[in-house]
């Protein structure tokens, strides 16, 4: 048989200039795009992406605060300083009274009446500074649960009954909310991993043994995907999760709220894995490895899936946030996660009390950890997507 | 026509029986027998209930019974009897509460879509036509901004700000004089001046993946050669964008409304909760924590089957303006 390729169009299209241009600019840096390696150059298309980059970045923040939660919280999450109820974000200062330049440092806030509105709230004394320091001595903990210490990212050297730092402010019960997110970090941004990965080993199962197989297999998961997805998600899960036995240890909610999100989760991923297994199950290499008698299970592990990986691995990305979204709302609703544990969702119950709400509006900033956390997971996914096919043309 | 209709409500008769299964297993799962639990609780409260009561009602729900016994006489009763079984908590049959909230959520989520639509088509094919524009930019920023603000958080910033600012509360559907009253005139429209606040954020949340779609179709038809040939034939650039383009660049909309359905009755239901709308969610939400399982149930039911009925509607009119999909098989 000859070759029965058209022969390629003279005029690029946009995006061959586009991947002309990125090739021109990879080679000049001194770097070879020729014998790069597929991750090299999946890198170098990442790299181009800028919101990506600086998503991931944010990312790895978020990530390291969840597993080092202890060490970046000043305070013990659970801590209530009664002084401080409904405290407002500490104000940081850089310049005193006086108009002299300083490291940052807080003034001594008390509560106390405002001269002005007459309306109690706290005031700062300008006479009594402390300055903010990094690595603190604070409460005591187990840095991974294995080394004891009782160092902090940063605090003021005294006691948070005689001075706090409430970066975010102070609940109804005085505790601060910036310790409370740091720690809520380490469960809702779990759940989120933990959740996409049983709904990936769901859908590469049963979307691939669809796609693979085709035919009524085929329809069948096809109709189940269908049919799983015309239930409103919300009402499902409340349900379902109500249905948790309220004597569950935290770890058990956990896991029990993660496979209950993963149930519908499984079909987004199924969706691109069987599209992905469609389009694979026609090429040559595949072909090729079926007449040199390659078994099945052989061809799917070793030909199909490392080509199509760097797919699955950015519909992972953004399949992510729409956990976390979840799990925030079904805890929020009092029906997933309960205190004591603590999650976005959790800490964000503080804000369904107008009192709450009106008084301190800062209650919702573990809302916007969700927000930035979401946005951050689609510009990454987003990137990871472009990236995916490093020899799309 | 009638055989592609009649084909797909058949169809649709075992995703119903799907779904039903699906609610009755919801109902079933708390531990215990509900009725139990509610003969205990009236004992705590000091009332007096007739072994006979009991024993009718156990009957009534088949009780004790093979679990597929209790299934039958539970849709069964539903379906020929429209008995969809009893509130524990309000003391009422739950057809007489569900009623005007399925309606009142039907409504919202219904205005929620044709305004999501009506915001999304615009933006979408003026971000296609003015690619890489400074609006462009600014349309892609915001709608990001729907897809990471959850429905729920923007509703919570609504009311401090109205709460605060305004003086006002938001929450609710009617005002104070019409929460009980019959349906009149008046009453509907002092719902829709309530409706707009929960109706705006359910359509932001649906708007962003709107623009976001019709924008990715569309700049895929406007390279086809059919819109170049339009254009050199002298055909106004407007009348040539909405009336080929965009018509085709539409269609995953409408073949995708059971979808927007299912998440705008999710997102409702979180609404509701936050501003305590007159809807299904706040009542199913309470349902399930007092484990009113009937009541939990049938939400879920009703909720589920309307989507199905809306994919169907949304199905016959796809198939009414496109030939081709009538007469595949």
């Known amino acids: 048989m000859t070759d029965a390729r058209p022969i390629p169009d003279q005029t690029p299209t946009p995006d061959q200039v586009e991947s002309q241009a990125l090739d021109d600019e990879i080679l000049s840096g001194g770097e070879n795009v020729y014998v790069a390696p597929p991750w090299k150059l999946m890198w170098w298309r990442f790299r181009k992406h800028k919101m990506a980059m600086v998503s991931a970045v944010i990312l790895i923040l978020f990530y390291f605060t969840a597993i080092f939660c202890e060490f970046v919280a000043p305070y013990d999450p659970d801590a209530s300083f009664i002084q401080y109820k409904y405290a407002p974000p500490t104000k940081i200062h850089i310049r005193d009274a006086e108009g002299n330049f300083r490291a940052p440092f807080i003034y001594q806030t008390q509560r106390g009446i405002d001269p002005q509105?007459?309306?109690?709230?706290?005031v700062e004394d300008t006479t009594t500074r402390y300055t903010i320091r990094f690595f603190v001595p604070g409460f005591e903990y187990k840095l991974l649960g294995l080394i004891p210490t009782n160092i902090h990212l940063f605090g003021v050297p005294e006691a948070g009954e005689k001075q706090g730092v409430f970066l975010f402010g102070a609940d109804r019960l005085g505790r601060d909310m910036f310790s409370r997110i740091a720690y809520g970090a380490r469960l809702s941004l779990s759940l989120g991993l933990v959740g996409v990965f049983i709904s990936l080993v769901l859908g590469v199962i049963l979307g691939g043994i669809s796609g693979y197989f085709g035919g009524w297999v085929d329809t069948l998961v096809q109709r189940t995907i269908e049919f799983i997805r015309t239930i409103p998600t919300i009402p499902l899960w409340m349900t379902l999760s109500a249905a948790l036995p309220v004597d569950w240890p935290i770890t058990r909610v956990y896991f029990g709220i993660t496979v209950i999100l993963s149930l519908v989760g499984w079909t987004f991923m199924a969706r691109v894995v069987r599209g992905r297994f469609l389009a694979m199950r026609e090429e040559d290499f595949v072909l090729a490895a079926r007449l040199n008698g390659a078994t099945e299970m052989r061809i799917i592990l070793r030909h199909m899936v490392p080509s199509f990986l760097s797919y699955i691995i950015a519909a992972l990305t953004l399949a992510i946030p729409g956990m976390i979204l979840a799990e925030t709302g079904l805890s929020f609703l009092g029906l997933g996660l309960r205190p004591p544990a603590i999650s976005w969702g959790v800490l964000l119950q503080e804000a369904m009390n107008l009192r709450s709400l009106v008084l301190s509006p800062w209650v919702l900033t573990p809302g916007f950890a969700v927000v930035i956390s979401v946005?951050?997971?689609?510009?990454?996914?987003?990137?990871?997507?472009?990236?995916?096919d490093p020899y799309a043309r | 026509?009638?055989?592609?209709?009649?084909?797909?409500?058949?169809?649709?008769?075992?995703?119903?029986?799907?779904?039903?299964?699906?609610?009755?297993?919801?109902?079933?799962?708390?531990?215990?027998?509900?009725?139990?639990?509610?003969?205990a609780g009236l004992r705590t409260m000091g009332e007096n209930i007739e072994?006979?009561?009991?024993?009718?009602?156990?009957?009534?729900?088949?009780?004790?019974?093979?679990?597929?016994?209790?299934?039958?006489?539970?849709?069964?009763?539903?379906?020929?009897?429209?008995?969809?079984?009893?509130?524990?908590?309000w003391q009422k049959p739950v057809k007489d509460l569900i009623g005007e909230r399925i309606l009142l959520t039907v409504v919202l989520s219904l205005v929620s879509l044709l305004v999501s639509w009506f915001i999304a088509i615009p933006i979408g094919v003026y971000s296609a036509t003015h690619q890489y524009s400074i609006l462009d930019y600014v349309m892609s920023i915001i709608s990001f901004i729907g897809v990471g603000v959850p429905g729920f958080l923007l509703a919570l910033i609504i009311m401090y700000f109205a709460q605060t600012r305004l003086n006002l509360n938001v929450g609710g559907l009617f005002s104070q004089e019409y929460i009980n009253a019959p349906w009149s005139v008046e009453r509907v429209i002092d719902m829709l001046k309530h409706l707009w606040i929960p109706v705006l954020i359910l359509a932001v949340e649906g708007t962003a993946g709107g623009i976001r779609t019709t924008r990715a179709n569309l700049l895929d038809e406007l390279n086809k050669p059919y819109v170049e040939l339009a254009r050199a034939k002298g055909l106004s650039e407007w009348k040539l964008i909405w009336k080929y383009p965009v018509r085709i660049a539409l269609n995953p909309f409408f073949s995708t409304v059971g979808w927007?359905?299912?998440?705008?009755?999710?997102?409702?239901?979180?609404?509701?909760?936050v501003l305590s709308?007159?809807?299904?969610?706040?009542?199913?939400?309470?349902?399930?924590?007092?484990?009113?399982?009937?009541?939990?149930?049938?939400?879920?039911?009703?909720?589920?089957?309307?989507?199905?009925?809306?994919?169907?509607?949304?199905?016959?009119?796809?198939?009414?303006?496109?030939?081709?999909?009538?007469?595949?098989?």
């Open chain 2, 260 to 273: 927007s359905l299912a998440s705008l009755i999710s997102g409702a239901t979180l609404i509701s909760v």
């Open chain 1, 375 to 388: 946005l951050a997971f689609n510009f990454v996914g987003d990137g990871l997507r472009d990236a995916a």
């Open chain 2, 1 to 39: 026509m009638l055989v592609y209709i009649a084909r797909r409500v058949l169809l649709m008769i075992p995703t119903i029986f799907l779904i039903s299964i699906i609610s009755f297993v919801a109902i079933q799962l708390p531990p215990g027998d509900f009725m139990t639990s509610y003969v």
């Open chain 2, 277 to 329: 709308l007159q809807t299904t969610g706040p009542m199913q939400l309470r349902a399930l924590t007092s484990q009113d399982m009937y009541l939990a149930g049938s939400f879920l039911l009703i909720l589920s089957v309307l989507t199905v009925i809306g994919t169907l509607i949304s199905d016959i009119l796809l198939a009414w303006v496109d030939p081709r999909i009538r007469l595949e098989k």
């Open chain 2, 51 to 89: 072994q006979e009561a009991i024993d009718n009602l156990r009957e009534r729900y088949g009780l004790g019974q093979p679990v597929y016994v209790q299934y039958i006489k539970w849709i069964s009763g539903i379906i020929l009897r429209g008995d969809w079984g009893q509130s524990m908590e």
């Open chain 1, 117 to 122: 509105t007459l309306q109690i709230g706290y």
